[in-house]
């Protein structure tokens, strides 16, 4: 079993920057990749970006693309994102996963609001 508790979320102004932290205890050594999906109202759980425990390979969403970057302290166990020229449409529920094998979320945290305002 693995626990995540993140935080970092709130209020921000289109333009702004935010950054989320997620720090994993338990069973760390099974994890391969821990990240970042979103889900806003109305819409499906969408990938925001995921790392790689071991190598840092990064895969992100073609939204957030040189604008949002994420990034590991293995020493701590927790992985940021760090988010800049946030837009409205960035407004959503942010949850942070991590993943056995790479692509399949296996462990959630219970999610942090982020809303941007225009």
């Known amino acids: 079993q693995v626990q995540l508790v993140e935080s970092g979320g709130g209020l921000v102004q289109a333009g702004g920057s935010l950054r989320l932290s997620c720090a994993a205890s338990?069973?760390?050594?099974?994890?391969?990749?821990m990240g970042w999906y979103r889900q806003a109202p109305g819409k499906q759980r969408e990938l925001v970006a995921r790392?790689?425990?071991?190598?840092?390979?990064?895969n992100y969403a073609d939204s957030v693309k040189g604008r949002f970057t994420i990034s590991r302290d293995n020493a701590k166990n927790t992985v940021y994102l760090q988010m800049n020229s946030l837009k409205p449409e960035d407004t959503a529920v942010y949850y942070c996963?991590?993943?056995?094998?790479?692509?399949?979320?296996?462990?959630w945290g219970q999610g942090t609001q982020v809303t941007v305002s225009s």
């Open positions: 338990g069973s760390i050594f099974s994890i391969n990749a």
């Open positions: 790392i790689s425990r071991s190598t840092g390979r990064t």
């Open positions: 996963h991590c993943e056995i094998t790479w692509g399949n979320p296996t462990y």
